[in-house]
């Protein structure tokens, strides 16, 4: 059974920095696609990067040159280091396999507040 577990989440000042974690089991990891997804309050869940095997990736126009998206493959385990955080930046984040059965995890707060 497949599991994606996101930690890293929490309150952070504007302009402040946050790693966001998402922990894979049950599948071959090194092969499948991955991306981060957020949903704020009041609105839809939105990509925000995503990764695939090759180590291709894309970003929102909104995060771009403040996400990075990244993956260890021998932790079964991809990333998502939030710099030069906004207050819009608020939301759920959540971890999402890119190809069937299209797997997601619970999801982590990310608050930016002053």
């Known amino acids: 059974q497949v599991q994606l577990v996101e930690s890293g989440g929490g309150l952070v000042q504007p302009g402040g920095s946050l790693r966001l974690s998402c922990a894979a089991s049950?599948?071959?990891?090194?092969?499948?696609?991955m991306g981060w997804y957020r949903q704020a309050p009041g609105k839809q869940r939105e990509p925000v990067a995503t990764e695939n095997s090759a180590g291709t990736t894309n970003y929102a126009q909104s995060v771009k040159g403040r996400f990075t998206i990244s993956r260890d493959n021998a932790k079964n385990t991809v990333y998502l280091q939030m710099n030069s955080l906004k207050p819009e930046d608020t939301a759920v984040y959540y971890c999402?396999?890119?190809?069937?059965?299209?797997?997601w995890g619970r999801g982590t707060q990310v608050t930016v507040s002053s």
């Open positions: 999402h396999r890119l190809n069937p059965p299209y797997d």
């Open positions: 049950g599948i071959i990891f090194s092969r499948v696609p």
